[in-house]
């Protein structure tokens, strides 16, 4: 009984990892994992009297898997101990997968409701969130650093770090709830409504491709005609949202939110002002983005200046847009630009800002660059340099106007993976060095290789790769057949296959919920599943 409140226990905070952190020794621990560790010798005491499945083949894969991962941390060039402590995650995550092989059905029946009510709960703050409830931002500031939008639109990050790992954390309970709802199908249909209208506010498109995959999975087992409600049902849902909503028919037509803010400016290329003193340049500006800019939306023209090029200094003032400017519409603004006080060179960039949601610069949009002289008191009636003697335009700095794409991302890993092709750049060490690989001396490190797979190459080479495609590969020949005889096993398979599709275009694995999520998976693939159809949770 111990073991199930513990597995339960875990699995209904899955999808809800708080930010902050706890010292553990040399290392940091979130709190998830910190609930873990004691549940996980919990497991190992209660079923001490049963043997390990150590010789089921995916379980063995995953062992090989955290082995080279504690290799490549070993030698890894940048902070092994950092990249120790996620080579220790996936340690965990083999042995989380071993001692679930070997807890007893019933035990795993509790968890997968667990699973299905956490992710329902993930789903209901998605919709609220979406519904623009504004109310839980506080809240889900526990669990994320900054709210998401694209385009100005909210994107639910449903009690997670960012919204795909909510939107997989629904996708789980989404595929855990529809076999369950099996008997019920009124029911059933309902609750694949509401999930699906969850995960649609998340706007992660990888997540709704492999739902509809995993549900297409799911109904390949079941016979009769109801075998494609649920698909039938979610494919309605986003159908639906992606035709009355913006957002969806934008996120579907291109990669990244500098399809939606994109601009081009025109002004003069080169100032000399007095010291503070304040004027108006007129800035024409062009939308070639595939969105209007909506005055309504406050959506307006500023500036960044930056001495030597390099130091931020200030953002101006804000230029309302006289007008909606429609994709191809240019509009003439009068800006009020303030020298600074200092006399010196500065780097003059314009750039349009949606308020509370992002500068256009920050979706990786260049922004207009002009040259400012402030010329001190004694200068002011001395004639200007001739343009020969002129100071050249500086370039504009890299901490601005870079935001790489998938496709820019992915061929960093590739690159990554040409360059250290046995045992990768360590675990965890793409995002704190892919900016560097692409030459950028600022970057945000926060970013993933947005492919499982590519990630996994990158930081873990080739071995590493291989070991967990034989895991994936070898749970998926054991699921297949034991997916008829079990809905445990049915689950399971769903899940990782949800997780291999969206694994295409995200990553998961570095975040503590979804590496127990996959072990858990793994290790109810890994158990033996004997005798007739044993369906019915």
């Known amino acids: 009984m111990i ?61 090989l898997l955290a082995g080279v991962a504690l290799v490549s941390a070993g030698l890894a060039d940048l902070e092994p101990g950092r990249a120790l402590k996620f080579a220790l995650r996936l340690g965990a995550m083999a042995a989380f997968a071993a001692l679930v092989s070997r807890l007893d059905a019933l035990d795993l029946k509790w968890g997968f409701r667990a699973l299905a009510l956490s992710g329902t709960c993930a789903a209901i703050l998605a919709i609220a969130e979406g519904l623009g409830l504004r109310a839980l931002d506080a809240f889900l500031g526990t669990f994320r650093e900054i709210p998401f939008n694209v385009a100005g639109l909210r994107r639910a ?14 996708v789980y309970a989404l595929l855990t709830g529809v076999t369950l709802l099996r008997a019920r199908p009124w029911i059933r249909a309902a609750f694949v409504a509401v ?44 159908t639906l949202l992606a ?52 005055a309504a939306e406050e959506i307006h023209l500023s500036y960044h200046l930056y001495e030597h090029s390099r130091r931020p200094l200030v953002d101006g003032p804000r230029t309302d847009l006289p007008r909606d400017v429609g994709p191809g519409d240019s509009v003439m603004l009068e800006a009020i630009l303030r020298a600074p006080a200092k006399p010196g060179e500065y780097l003059l960039m314009w750039d349009m800002v949606h308020e509370d949601t992002t ?9 207009g660059t002009a040259h400012l002289r402030v010329k001190d008191d004694s200068s002011v009636s001395a004639p200007a340099p001739p343009p020969s003697e002129a100071a050249p335009m500086a370039a504009i700095p890299d901490t601005l106007a870079w935001r790489p794409s998938r496709l820019d991302l992915w061929k960093i890993a590739l690159r990554m993976w040409a360059e250290n092709p046995l045992l990768g750049v360590g675990p965890d060490n793409y995002r704190w060095m892919y900016g560097t690989v692409a030459g950028k001396s600022v970057f945000d490190t926060r970013v ?52 291999v599709v969206h694994g295409l275009a995200d990553y998961l694995l570095a975040f503590t919920g979804h590496y127990l999520v996959f072990g858990f998976v793994m290790g109810v693939l890994s158990r033996p599943v004997a005798g007739p159809a044993a369906h019915g949770l």
Not at 218 to 229: A, T
Not at 260 to 280: D, G, I, K, M, N
């Open 157 to 170: 990050s449903a009690g997670s770090e960012y919204p795909n790992l909510g939107a997989a954390m629904i």
């Open 243 to 294: 035709a009355s909503e913006e957002i969806s028919r934008l996120r579907f037509g291109g990669e990244n939110a500098n399809d939606f803010y994109a601009a081009t400016y025109q002004s003069v290329e080169r100032l000399e002002l007095r010291p503070s003193e304040r004027v108006v340049v007129p800035v024409t500006v062009r939308n070639v983005g595939r969105r209007p800019w909506r």
């Open 3 to 63: 073991a199930r409140v513990c597995l339960v226990v875990l699995l209904l905070i899955a999808p809800f990892e708080p930010r902050f952190t706890l010292p553990a020794g040399f290392f940091r621990l979130s709190l998830l994992e910190a609930i873990a560790l004691p549940c996980f010798a919990v497991f190992a005491f209660t079923s001490r009297r049963r043997p390990m499945r150590l010789d089921a083949p995916p379980l063995l894969a995953l062992c």
């Open 195 to 238: 999930m699906t209208l969850g995960l649609a506010f998340t706007y992660s498109r990888g997540a709704w491709l492999a739902g509809f995959v995993a549900l297409l999975t799911l109904g390949w087992f079941e016979r009769g005609v109801r075998r494609l409600l649920p698909s039938s049902a979610y494919l309605g849902v986003l």
């Open 359 to 367: 500068w256009f610069s920050g979706q990786g949009i260049k922004p």
């Open 448 to 499: 993933f290789a947005n492919n499982l797979f590519l990630e996994l190459a990158a930081t873990l080479g080739t071995l590493g790769l291989a070991a967990f495609g034989a895991a994936v590969a070898l749970a998926l020949h054991a699921g297949v057949p034991a997916a008829g005889r079990s809905d445990l096993s049915l689950i399971a398979l769903s899940i990782l296959v949800a997780v």
